[in-house]
Each structure stands twice: as C-alpha cells, then as structure tokens.
C-alpha cells in the first residue's frame, strides 16, 4: 500500500507563490510516477502535472506551463509542486496522486491518491 500526504497550502495574494509537498510512503518510492491534480468548488477534478520516476521527464497542464514546476526527491521521499504567478482561479483543492510506472501515466490511470490541501489566491 502506499500513502500520500499533501501539504503546503494556504491563502496567498494573486502574484505569490507557494510549494507544495506530498510526501509517499509504503512503497519504493522511486519506481512511482507522481502527478498533481486540482478540484476547484463545483468543478471536475483536473490534471494540473506529473513527474516520471527519475525526474528527468515532466508534463503540464497548458494553464499552468511556465508557472508551475514539479520536482522529486527520491531520498525524501517527497515530490514538490512550485507555484509561481499565482492567479485567483488557481484556487482549488490540490492532490497528489501515484502510480507504479516507468512514463507518465495517464490522467485516468493512478491509483494513490492523497488527501488533498486547500490553495486560495486572493485578488
């Protein structure tokens, strides 16, 4: 079984930035590609990016390309999402999600997911 914890988030003005983390545990955490999604109130749950096992490929949502990067650090345990030039509808929740894999998989295809944590950007 393997576990994710969120976290990172909070209220920041439109402009700032913030990191999040989401920490894995339970398996060998350097096999699993890891992605960040996002749920705004009312709306579907959408793939914001994802980091394959070594960190050497990466894919991202076009609303969130050159503001967001996502990072691993395999020692840690812990994949990093940084959030630059944050905008008002980059509020949301925000989860991480895992897959034992050796590309990105699909939006549809993980199967850990964590619990999420609250971003709020203000105007």
């Known amino acids: 079984q393997v576990q994710l914890v969120e976290s990172g988030g909070g209220l920041v003005q439109a402009g700032g930035s913030l990191r999040l983390s989401c920490a894995v545990s339970?398996?060998?955490?350097?096999?699993?590609?890891v992605a960040w999604f996002r749920q705004a109130s009312g709306e579907e749950r959408k793939f914001v990016g994802a980091i394959n096992w070594s960190g050497r490929s990466t894919d991202y949502a076009d609303s969130v390309k050159g503001r967001f990067t996502i990072s691993r650090d395999n020692a840690k345990n812990t994949v990093y999402l940084q959030m630059n030039s944050l905008k008002p509808e980059d509020t949301a929740a925000y989860y991480c999600?895992?897959?034992?894999?050796?590309?990105?998989?699909?939006?549809?295809?993980?199967?850990?997911w964590g619990q999420g944590t609250q971003v709020t950007v203000s105007s």
């Open positions: 999600a895992a897959k034992y894999s050796g590309r990105i998989p699909g939006p549809n295809e993980y199967n850990y």
């Open positions: 339970g398996r060998t955490f350097s096999y699993y590609a």
